[in-house]
């Protein structure tokens, strides 16, 4: 499987961005999806996750109501949709998928992660 992340960039504090994740080489329809980040000196954290029918979706708290996660499983691509971006959102996103169909915020419950996409949130 490979997971091809992109769409990040610079932008200013409240503003927005779209990442989109494509996989290939495998059956994505059947697994959990979901995007962690890495801010420069942190360890890498959960954003948000979907099941594989998208159905079900969950936020970190940081992010509740700013960002929007869905996904195409006609187009093998998960979204993320970033709104009112803040300076501390400002890190290394990935996308990952999980080792099965169930919501996890965990990184041990993913097992294909993508090359990562910068976004810089200037204030």
């Known amino acids: 499987v490979q997971l091809q992340a992109s769409g990040g960039g610079l932008v200013q504090a409240g503003g927005s961005l779209r990442l989109s994740c494509a996989a290939s080489g495998g059956t994505f329809s059947r697994y959990l999806m979901g995007w962690f980040r890495q801010a420069p000196g942190k360890e890498r954290e959960f954003v948000s996750s979907?099941?594989?029918?998208?159905?079900?979706?969950y936020y970190a708290t940081s992010v509740k109501g700013r960002f929007a996660l869905s996904r195409d499983n006609a187009k093998n691509t998960v979204y993320l949709q970033m709104n009112s971006l803040k300076p501390e959102d400002t890190a290394v996103y990935y996308c990952a998928q999980g080792k099965g169909p169930f919501i996890s915020s965990r990184t041990s419950d993913y097992n294909y992660w993508g090359q990562g996409t910068l976004v810089t949130v200037s204030s």
């Open positions: 979907t099941t594989w029918g998208g159905d079900s979706t």
